[in-house]
């Protein structure tokens, strides 16, 4: 049995239409065969499975008894006892920034909020919710959990992936190049008020740029 404080979702890192024609028990058997055969261990790691359609399984039940809620996985190492591990099929080529649609189908996200649902309700509370790439260098699930639970979108992790501020970036160089260029065809007091001029332009630029790169990490545009 568990004690849950937590809820760490999964992908099994397959491509959309792998086993697209089997039923969700023969899905879980080849995993589970991954994971016997593969990795040596007694029975399927996670708890749970989500199939493309929507369709939820119980994932390891050592003791054949259909509650797959009191077994301990094998998902994250040093969590399994105190975690649900949930895995979603699908999600192959993805990056841990990614959005959870770019991956997943819309009724996995049902089915996803529903697990999470029952989970909260077995374990009495509110649950954190993470990733296994919070625990691993993975990209797994593909998505950022809590964001996606949130309904906000994904963030980035790099400022070049933002468009805007790319353009920001490209447009100010180009203007402050010219300025920097006409100050020494300047007399000596004009040249002094252009780089005074030229400071104040800078500051102001650095802190728009600042301004747009936190609302950058709040995931707008
Ligand atoms: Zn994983």
Same mark, same amino acid.
């Given at each position: 049995m568990r004690s849950d404080s937590e809820i760490i979702v999964h992908c099994?890192?397959?491509?959309?239409?792998? +086993?697209?024609?089997?039923s969700a028990e023969d899905i879980r058997a080849e995993i589970e065969r991954w994971h016997v055969e593969?990795?040596?261990?007694?029975?399927?790691?996670? =708890?749970e499975l989500i199939m493309r359609d929507g369709t939820r399984i119980g994932g390891r039940d050592l003791d054949n008894d259909?509650?797959?809620?009191e077994e301990i996985g094998a998902h994250v190492r040093g969590r399994n006892s105190k975690s649900y591990g949930i895995c979603l099929i699908g999600g192959h080529g993805?990056?841990?920034?990614?959005?959870?649609e770019d991956h997943f189908t819309p009724d996995q996200g049902r089915a996803l909020r529903e697990a999470i649902a029952d989970a909260e309700a077995k374990a009495g509370g509110k649950l954190k919710l993470s990733g296994h790439n919070e625990y691993a260098n993975?990209?797994? %699930?593909?998505? =950022?959990v809590r964001r996606w639970f949130k309904r906000k979108p994904p963030a980035r992790t790099? %400022? +070049?992936?933002s468009t805007t501020l790319q353009a920001v970036a490209a447009g100010q160089t180009g203007n402050l190049v010219a300025a920097v260029q006409v100050? %020494?065809?300047?007399s000596g007091a004009a040249q002094i008020v252009a780089i005074v001029a030229f400071g104040v332009v800078a500051l102001a630029l650095l802190w728009v740029g600042r301004e747009r790169l936190k609302k950058w990490a709040r995931g707008d545009k």
């Open positions: 099994s890192d397959t491509r959309p239409g792998w +086993m697209a024609e089997a593969g990795r040596g261990w007694r029975a399927i790691g996670y =708890n259909g509650d797959h809620f993805s990056a841990a920034t990614d959005a959870f993975k990209a797994c %699930p593909g998505f =950022n790099t %400022p +070049m992936q100050i %020494p065809q300047l």
